[in-house]
């Protein structure tokens, strides 16, 4: 039998992730939309970064920045009581970099598609920036936060090479699915590398093709026939 | 009463133009903006709503300052309370009609409000339905109930009735009417329609490229002071032909091909393509009710 650790483990740092960066995401995807700062390519830029540059060279920077022998490092071990290098929290911290173009740009692509009448509508009509933000905007984009949510949370699955770098392969801490896979190779344990693999291969497939369906609205036209 | 004197650049597909608007609105009247597209109607609107503002100027309200660029005074849209009816109808697609009418309320404000407009407005039948599944018409309608929810003071059209055919124009052109007069309204209403405006205005403001040119009652504006007894029409001449000292002019009045005779003097100043007013006096009409 495999050990569950490395898939428990994976999922928690996933699903943590994901809440996290649905916090994050829905005010800065909302700027990004809406705003007229001359700042925003460079902003849209960073968010963009982690799409193109290999997972390794986030990895390297994040172990740098982190470690304990450096400025910003030791502050956090001194004052926060912090330890990000090969712990769960570093390992959150990267997955929220490494995922943040996955919830961003949907989330972006959301409130840019939705009519500005809606929002100046609900002004008129008295109501509150936040009132409409969750009233009227983000019932509106349903999907669009649906596809954030699925695609950063699959995104974070399938990390390797930045969990590699900064988290290490610490049982129980940092080991995650995908590093698994891979010590399990490298010990020549190729069954128990097969069962992580096919568990990672049809849950992902699953979560996506329930994407698919619910957003192109295959479930709803059954209901109606 | 509105008293409103603005000034902003605008920066559109043509160029620069200055807004430079300075006029008052009198309580309870309902005054119609016309002009080409692209005169700025939609911004004058935009900018007494507070969604929009001016590089500098003032707008007072019933004596309450809305917005005064030198001493900084901006009253927020939600402070305005002014009943809106976008273009486009911005209808909450999330919402069904009732919903949509409901989300406008004020807070502790009673419910009963809406029952009522869903009633003078006609909307009980489709007051579960979603806004994708109504038509142009219906939607005005769900817009302008909507607008009308909080009790504003002043109502505001931006060219609701443009899209719609002329049935359920002039219907939705006597809803208007009913609340205007029902909840004493002032209203401003952008339109393009010179019958539309002829029928329901006090007051036309006629804008171009960001000035008002001309301003007054329809019939001042539109130079229809001898409507007495009279009937005209303006057309488009489509074809002249010439029979003996006479000519025939084919004229196209609004979807309508009309032929009417002409006397050789005045035919012979005319070409195809020409605008005309074609009237006639003192005579007797055959009048069949259609609708």
Known sequence: MIDWEPLILTFKLAFITTILLLLLSIPLGFWLAHTKSKLKPIFETFVSMPLVLPPTVIGFYLLIAFSPSNSFGSWLNDWLGLRLVFSFEGLLIASIIYSLPFMVHPIQAGFSNLPGSLKDMSYVLGKSKTTTLFKVLLPNIKSSLLTGIVLAFAHTVGEFGVVLMIGGNIPGKTKVASIAIYDEVESLNYDAANTYSLILFALTFSILLAVYLINGGYLKKQKND | ?291
Request: hydrophobic share 40%; aromatic share 6%; glycine share 8%.
């Open chain 2, 1 to 291: 009463m509105i008293e409103i004197a603005i000034q902003k650049i605008l920066t559109s597909a043509l160029g620069e133009m200055s807004l430079d608007i300075n006029t008052t609105i009198e309580k309870g009247n309902l005054v119609t903006i016309y002009g080409k597209s692209g005169a700025g109607k939609t911004t004058i609107l935009r900018i007494l709503a507070g969604l929009l503002s001016p590089d500098k100027g003032e707008i007072k309200v019933n004596g309450i300052t809305w917005l005064n660029t030198i001493n900084g005074i901006n009253l927020k849209p939600q402070k305005r309370k002014i009943g809106f009816v976008f273009q486009d109808y911005a209808l909450f697609p999330n919402m069904n009609v009732k919903e949509n009418l409901l989300f406008a309320l004020n807070k502790g404000q009673d419910t009963k409000i809406v029952n009522h407009l869903i009633e003078i407005i006609e909307l009980g039948e489709l007051q579960n339905r979603k806004p994708e599944t109504l038509s142009g018409g219906q939607k005005q309608r769900v817009a302008l109930a909507r607008a009308l929810v909080q009790k504003p003071s002043i109502l505001m059209l931006d060219e609701p009735l443009s899209a719609l055919d002329s049935e359920i124009r002039f219907k939705l052109q006597q809803y208007i009417l009913t609340v205007h007069k029902e909840y004493k309204l002032t209203t401003l209403l952008i339109s393009h329609d010179i019958s539309e405006i002829l029928r329901m205005s006090d007051k036309v403001l006629e804008l171009d490229n960001g000035k008002i040119i001309r301003q007054g009652t329809p019939n001042e504006v539109f130079n229809y002071k001898e409507l007495n007894a009279k009937f005209q029409f303006t057309g488009t001449i489509i074809d002249i032909v010439k029979q003996d000292f006479i000519f025939i002019l084919t004229i196209r009045i609004g979807k309508d091909l009309v032929k009417v005779v002409a006397d050789e003097s005045e035919g012979e100043q005319l070409l195809i393509g020409d605008k005309i007013l074609v009237s006639s006096k003192a005579f007797n009409p055959v009048i069949n009710k259609i609708g």
